[in-house]
């Protein structure tokens, strides 16, 4: 197969692409549907700026082929914001001044979602290891894990605002992201 | 931009193993592609054919077969990170596959193609070897089983045959009263040094020793001397022979200069994070924890 026809929901949005194998993600996003929030740094994996979700998984578009997205579920830092309504991790990176330059920043928020869906109340110690593979050359990440578990605070149902121990640990309610992605028994996905 | 290849897409070990038969040199598995897809994006590589395993059913996945580990060669890092019988029965494996690269390389990459590819610099190769890991190869018409320390045979270079494939890892239980660890260190993105090690009590005494070095040298090793010089002993006077074992594995190892440190530096490493490691897993025997 050279050309593999699929079907791929992307920010909610059902499409029928025809793709070459070779094709990678970012490719398919910015070059085929104009997405061009995701953005290429590293090329390589090490950065995290093309960080997309598939099912709800990140992944580096930058060097998933496209085809792997057949049949799945694509999320973008395009399909966050509802109208003009900030996703909660949007604003407390807005609020926090967790970006300078913007050029890591979609890649950390899609993470960030991605982090916050398995685990919703992540300690500092579980943000930093699992965001370890994204990278900022401006921020000195420190504004960055402070809007994190903000964000965390916020989608859990926790108070507003960056407070240190405001948060209200009992409701565990979390704007539709998958609540506990991934331990789903033994054979994985 | 990759240059156009042909993607193939098996139902059966045996149906990859015709394709990669057939297509030779010019053909090449594709598991999670974060090591394949890099090198031809780079362009030092390029296949005109790839094999994709994924769509194999049953090569990816875990389970627990009389007390041993079944790992599919296509299960993904991130499934064993977190797949509660990991955890519970193998928590060094666990912890290990939760270091390995990024969460984005982990959920995509496999163990299959972590071992295949041979890398050096790799850490599942070393820790799994002290459990006496096998792995199972298989092409049309017949399999082999080998312990995964024959597997590996350079850089970058494993035992396999052009037509075969890894399908399954097989990490056996320690004995009773036994605890594994393993610690890396590294400043790149791969460690510099990984150290594994399973220690075996009995009555107070070492009944075993097991000892594995990786991305030190050309290839992760068991070593066997150092494991000597522990087994037997009481349990400090193991603790008080680690700089002498240290030194015995660190020679083992054959470090090499690179770009991850002098090979004089590889060498020091091997002995803290030996010390480090073996006191972890005395520890951790039967929750020996914090005694
Ligand atoms: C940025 C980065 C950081 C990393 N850091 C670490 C680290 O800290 N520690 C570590 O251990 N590793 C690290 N890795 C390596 C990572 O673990 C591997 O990339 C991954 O496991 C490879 O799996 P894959 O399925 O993507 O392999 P692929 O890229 O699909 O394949 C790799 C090779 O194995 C062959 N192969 C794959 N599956 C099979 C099979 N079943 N049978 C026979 N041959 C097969 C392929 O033909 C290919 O030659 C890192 C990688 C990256 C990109
Ligand atoms: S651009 Fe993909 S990880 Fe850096
Ligand atoms: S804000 Fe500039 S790279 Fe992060």
């Known amino acids: ?189 | 931009m990759l240059r156009s290849f042909e993607l193939c897409e098996p139902t059966s070990v045996a149906e990859a193993s015709v394709l990669l038969a057939r297509h030779g040199d010019a053909a090449r598995i594709y598991a999670g592609g974060t090591e394949l897809i890099l090198a031809m994006k780079e362009g030092l590589i390029h296949y005109d054919h790839l094999v994709n395993v994924k769509t194999i059913p049953g090569l990816a996945g875990v389970r627990l077969d009389g007390g041993a580990l079944r790992i599919g060669a296509a299960t993904p890092h991130r499934v064993l990170e977190r797949d509660p019988i990991v955890r519970e029965r193998f928590p060094a494996v666990a912890r290990m596959e939760t270091d390995v690269a990024n969460v984005r390389v982990r959920e995509v990459g496999t163990l299959g193609g972590n071992l295949c590819f041979a890398e050096p610099h790799a850490d599942p190769g070393a820790l799994l070897q002290v459990f006496d890991a096998t792995v199972r190869i298989e092409k049309k018409g017949g399999g082999r089983t080998i312990l995964l320390e024959q597997l590996f045979v350079g850089p970058f270079e494993t035992c396999l045959e052009g037509d075969e494939l890894l399908t399954e890892i097989v990490v056996p239980p320690l004995p009773e009263h036994s605890a594994a660890a393993y610690l890396k260190f590294g400043f790149l993105e791969r460690p510099s040094v990984g150290v594994g090690v399973a220690v075996t009590l009995d009555d107070g005494r070492v009944a075993d020793a097991r000892i594995a070095v990786g991305s030190v040298g050309p290839v992760p090793r068991r070593m066997r001397e150092a494991e000597a010089v522990l087994k037997g002993k009481a349990i400090a006077e193991s603790v008080a022979a680690l700089p002498e074992a240290g030194q015995i594995a660190a020679r083992a190892a054959e470090a090499i200069t690179d770009l991850h440190g002098s090979a004089e530096y590889k060498e020091h490493l091997v002995g803290v994070l030996l010390r480090r490691a073996w006191e972890q897993a005395l520890a951790a025997v039967d929750g020996r924890a914090g005694r």
């Open chain 1, 1 to 189: 197969m050279r050309e593999i026809p699929m079907t791929v929901v992307v920010n909610g949005e059902k499409h029928e692409l025809t793709v070459p194998a070779w094709e990678t993600l970012i490719e398919c996003l910015r070059d085929r549907l104009g997405l061009l929030g995701v953005k290429k740094s590293c090329d390589v994996q090490v950065c995290g700026a093309c960080t997309v979700l598939l099912d709800d998984r990140p992944v580096s578009a930058c060097t998933v082929l496209a085809f792997e997205a057949r049949g799945k579920s694509l999320r973008t830092i395009e399909g966050l914001a509802r109208g003009d309504e900030l996703h909660p991790v949007q604003e407390a990176f807005v609020e926090h001044g967790a970006l300078q330059c913007g050029f890591c920043t979609p890649g950390m928020i899609m993470a960030t979602v991605a982090l916050l869906g398995e685990n919703p109340r992540p300690t500092a110690d579980e943000v930093k290891h699992y965001m370890r593979g994204n990278i900022c050359r401006c921020t000195g990440y420190k504004r960055i894990l402070e809007a994190i578990l903000d964000a965390s605070r916020r989608m859990s149902g926790g108070a507003k605002g960056n407070g240190g121990a405001k948060g209200n640990d009992g409701a565990k309610g979390n704007d539709g992201a998958k609540g506990n992605g991934g331990t789903k028994g033994t054979d994985g996905r």
